[in-house]
């Protein structure tokens, strides 16, 4: 199916923000950030568009709002930049890359709608000769906590479908503010992290994850805590994708283990 698609002139900005370009690539998602992105009338979310225009422009210094495009919780993609323009979203993709906004922030999760709009909108960029397939978290251009680890997840696994394939970390879908390191990656969780640490929803999304790579956890299961179990299942599972996977390599999330416990879940997906 065909995307919903806004011009800018519908959402209230300009037509034409920002120099020529053919950014086709790939593409790069965004979130907000920290704070919860409010969930009402689309007509909200075209206003939250025009302030985040007004912000980029006024605030940043920029020709505008720096993304390509953005895809409320309703599931319409409102043009920003478009398609024949330079973003202002990722240092080194800006010329190159469409710069894409999912409308979320702290931990909120991508609604049903905005998956699927998601979805249907990387079609319409494939037919356009944008290289969909290409798809990259802001986080891969400069170290940041954007896109949050739900969309994170997602990219790394390529899972868009609807009804939610990444496993639940708990939080909830609105509501109170989340900090920045409440999006962080998991990468550094260590044995001992959980509950006593403040971290428990973080180690309820890597045993989410070992879980979904085919990992075991038969005693305790997702509680919220690194322990024994928790790392031997997640050294197992890099095991199974050609790790060495040596006795201890489960006691923390490198850079390594994450890489390879995303492997093996989009193994499993495959």
Request: aromatic share 6%; proline share 3%; with cysteine.
């Amino acid at each position: 199916m065909a995307p919903v698609i806004e011009s800018a002139a519908t959402v209230g900005i300009p037509s034409s923000i920002g120099s020529y370009g053919r950014p086709r690539s790939g593409v790069v998602v965004h979130y907000v950030g920290s704070s919860h992105v409010s969930r009402g009338s689309h007509a909200s979310c075209r206003a939250q568009v025009r302030g985040w225009h007004s912000y980029h422009r006024n605030g940043n210094g920029w020709a505008g709002l720096g993304y390509h495009f953005c895809v409320c919780h309703h599931g319409i993609v409102m043009t920003g930049r478009g398609l024949n323009r330079v973003g202002a979203h990722a240092p080194g993709a800006n010329a190159s890359h469409v710069g894409v906004l999912i409308m979320l922030g702290g931990s909120q999760r991508p609604t049903a709608n905005q998956l699927k709009g998601f979805r249907e909108f990387r079609s319409w960029l494939g037919r356009k000769g944008v290289r969909s397939s290409n798809v990259t978290p802001h986080s891969r251009w400069i170290s940041t906590s954007c896109p949050g680890n739900h969309l994170r997840s997602r990219v790394s696994s390529n899972s868009w479908g609807a009804g939610g394939t990444i496993p639940s970390t708990g939080g909830s879908s609105g509501g109170g503010a989340s900090t920045e390191d409440d999006e962080m990656s998991l990468i550094n969780l260590r044995k001992g992290d959980g509950k006593k640490n403040g971290r428990r929803e973080h180690v309820i999304a890597l045993q989410g994850l070992i879980l979904k790579a085919g990992g075991s956890l038969p005693e305790y299961g997702t509680d919220g805590d690194y322990g024994d179990e928790t790392a031997e299942g997640l050294r197992k599972v890099r095991k199974s994708v050609g790790s060495a996977a040596k006795k201890g390599w489960g006691n923390r999330v490198s850079g390594h283990a994450y890489a390879q416990l995303m492997q093996a879940v989009a193994k499993r997906q495959d």
